[in-house]
């Protein structure tokens, strides 16, 4: 039965560039996570590296919207990124062994939680083959008003579109001619319930919508892994470093 059902969804994340898990985890699992991630936050902030902290605005510590590289952190978020059930799906889906990169931790502050722009991941990552995926495990109920995951189907198998440069804190690039080549209608997303798992192609195109509720959070983790044979275009990858560093001096 799990054969088949492995079967089923690596055939789907091929065709379409990303699957849709219900129930993944349990809601014990996901009440675990919340409480290491409510410890992080409350007492151990002050120790994570700045870059990898973002707030909406950072005069309000209420509005911290991403947190990246949990592992380095906590060893309990290293231990569900490596050797664990997510790091197989990985292996599943991309046929080869996978190496768990990072975890992080996404939120979108009610009301003022915004949207995150059109892009493919790896644009960022620069991997030849960009044999990769990126997991989103939902902790809260997610819908349209609250800033769902949004993707565009197949579009994995069209190759890197142009991205520029964006005012968005953590996503510093987007799609530039996103909407030219796609619209609206084209877009899938699901309405995810605590423990339902996205997961999406290194290439699939996707964005999230802003947070227009009144007092509704949007949290969730966020995982990436790389299959073996990705290798990271290293000229390339510090040409682009040192545009942003230019970027952030002007």
Same mark, same amino acid.
């Given at each position: 039965?799990?054969?088949?059902?492995?079967?089923?969804?690596?055939?789907?994340?091929?065709?379409?560039?990303?699957?849709?898990?219900?129930?993944?985890?349990?809601?014990?699992?996901?009440?675990?996570?919340?409480?290491? =991630?409510?410890?992080?936050? *409350?007492?151990?902030? *002050?120790?994570?590296?700045?870059?990898?902290?973002? %707030?909406?605005?950072?005069?309000?510590?209420?509005?911290?919207?991403?947190?990246?590289?949990?592992?380095?952190?906590?060893?309990?978020?290293?231990?569900?990124?490596?050797?664990?059930?997510?790091?197989?799906?990985?292996?599943? =889906?991309? !046929?080869?062994?996978?190496?768990?990169?990072?975890?992080? %931790?996404?939120?979108?502050?009610? +009301?003022?939680? #915004?949207?995150?722009?059109?892009?493919?991941?790896?644009?960022?990552?620069?991997?030849?083959?960009?044999?990769?995926?990126?997991?989103?495990?939902?902790?809260?109920?997610?819908?349209?008003?609250?800033?769902?995951?949004?993707?565009?189907?197949?579009?994995?198998?069209?190759?890197? +579109?142009?991205?520029?440069? &964006? *005012?968005?804190?953590?996503?510093? *690039?987007?799609?530039?001619?996103?909407?030219?080549?796609?619209? +609206?209608?084209?877009?899938?997303?699901?309405? &995810?319930?605590?423990?339902?798992?996205?997961?999406?192609?290194?290439?699939?195109?996707? +964005? &999230?919508?802003?947070? $227009? &509720?009144?007092? #509704?959070? #949007?949290?969730? $983790? !966020?995982?990436?892994?790389?299959?073996?044979?990705?290798?990271?275009?290293?000229?390339?990858?510090?040409?682009?470093?040192?545009?942003?560093?230019?970027?952030?001096?002007?």
């Amino acid at each position: 039965m799990f054969a088949n059902t492995n079967i089923s969804l690596k055939k789907s994340f091929d065709l379409d560039g990303f699957v849709f898990i219900p129930e993944f985890l349990d809601q014990e699992e996901i009440t675990t996570i919340k409480a290491k =991630l409510e410890e992080l936050i *409350q007492h151990h902030l *002050q120790e994570m590296t700045p870059n990898h902290v973002f %707030y909406e605005d950072k005069n309000y510590p209420s509005t911290l919207k991403q947190l990246q590289d949990l592992q380095k952190y906590d060893p309990f978020f290293a231990a569900i990124l490596t050797g664990s059930r997510f790091e197989k799906m990985a292996e599943v =889906l991309l !046929g080869e062994k996978a190496t768990g990169k990072t975890i992080e %931790y996404f939120n979108k502050p009610s +009301r003022i939680g #915004r949207s995150t722009p059109p892009h493919q991941d790896n644009f960022y990552f620069m991997l030849n083959p960009p044999s990769a995926l990126t997991m989103w495990l939902g902790l809260e109920e997610v819908d349209e008003e609250n800033g769902c995951v949004r993707y565009i189907k197949g579009s994995h198998l069209k190759g890197m +579109r142009p991205h520029g440069k &964006t *005012q968005t804190s953590g996503f510093s *690039q987007s799609i530039s001619d996103y909407g030219e080549k796609e619209s +609206r209608e084209d877009e899938i997303f699901f309405r &995810t319930k605590p423990g339902d798992l996205l997961i999406h192609h290194s290439m699939t195109i996707h +964005r &999230t919508d802003g947070n $227009l &509720t009144e007092n #509704r959070t #949007r949290k969730a $983790l !966020g995982f990436i892994y790389f299959g073996e044979s990705a290798k990271e275009d290293t000229e390339k990858k510090k040409a682009y470093q040192k545009f942003l560093l230019a970027s952030k001096v002007r």
